[in-house]
């Protein structure tokens, strides 16, 4: 079994910046691909990046490209999201997912395990 748990969320001028953490609170996750996915009030959950455990494989979800950088370090059970070039679209719950076989996936059902998410809000 394994527990995510997401932080640095919270509250950014557009233009800034955030890097948000997911870490594993029980079990390992260095052999699964890794999965940040966003869900804003009313919309479906999308993804916004993936990593497969190697970290040579990063598919990143269309309006983020460019801006957001996903990293992971295995030794310490943590993946990254670093967002920069923050946008008011860009406001919504972020989760982190891992998901025990096969490659990064842009399907959410592709994940077995998810945290409880973290806020992202970016003013104008």
């Known amino acids: 079994q394994v527990q995510l748990v997401e932080s640095g969320g919270g509250l950014v001028q557009a233009g800034g910046s955030l890097r948000l953490s997911c870490a594993a609170s029980?079990?390992?996750?260095?052999?699964?691909?890794m999965g940040w996915f966003r869900q804003a009030r009313g919309k479906e959950r999308e993804l916004v990046a993936a990593?497969?455990?190697?970290?040579?494989?990063?598919p990143y979800g269309e309006s983020v490209k460019g801006r957001f950088t996903i990293l992971r370090d295995n030794a310490e059970n943590i993946v990254y999201l670093q967002m920069n070039s923050l946008k008011p679209e860009d406001t919504a719950v972020y989760y982190c997912?891992?998901?025990?076989?096969?490659?990064?996936?842009?399907?959410?059902?592709?994940?077995?395990?998810w945290g409880q998410g973290t806020q992202v809000t970016v003013s104008s």
């Open positions: 990593i497969s455990w190697t970290g040579s494989n990063k």
């Open positions: 997912a891992a998901r025990r076989a096969g490659p990064p996936s842009t399907y959410a059902w592709a994940y077995n395990y």
């Open positions: 029980e079990g390992t996750i260095s052999t699964y691909a």
